[in-house]
């Protein structure tokens, strides 16, 4: 069974995220997703989440579009690769924390196999979570 991963802060659960995760779910037979913890949120966005690491899970779990749901790690921030043991890794098309060293991390340790793929934006222009959140939704 091919498992795939994703990660993400997911405050905001809008259209744009229900296609990331069928589109990601697409790559294997399991979708784990991992929730970032609000500590990262605030470490990687100076401000906090309008809804909390709890809230974003649940809303996520009602979506019924993935297998498992997780917290991300509150230490190491690849732990949750090292337990999941991922066949695909799934990213955002704006992800940009903790990949520049993915494909490096990945090698060192052992997931030799593992894929790493970009999936593309859903009318970003629309769903996009920062602009929601200015928009006051």
Do not use: W
């Not at 990660?7 to 990601?24: M, N, Q, R, V, W």
């Not at 997780?70 to 949750?80: P, T």
């Amino acid at each position: 069974m091919k498992k795939v991963i994703v990660f993400g802060t997911f405050d905001i659960f809008h259209p744009g995220h229900e296609y990331f995760l069928k589109k990601s779910k697409r790559f294997g037979e399991e979708l784990t997703v991992v929730v970032a913890r609000d500590k990262t949120v605030y470490e990687v966005k100076k401000r906090y989440s309008l809804n909390n690491e709890e809230e974003r899970v649940e809303k996520i779990l009602r979506s019924n579009i993935a297998d498992k749901v997780v917290l991300g790690g509150k230490g190491d921030k690849y732990d949750v690769i090292k337990r999941n043991e991922p066949d695909i890794i799934c990213l955002g098309y704006d992800q940009e924390f903790f990949i520049d060293e993915l494909k490096e991390k990945l090698q060192e340790f052992g997931f030799l196999n593992t894929k790493v793929f970009r999936i593309k934006s859903f009318k970003p222009e629309v769903y996009k979570s920062s602009k929601l959140r200015n928009l006051g939704k």
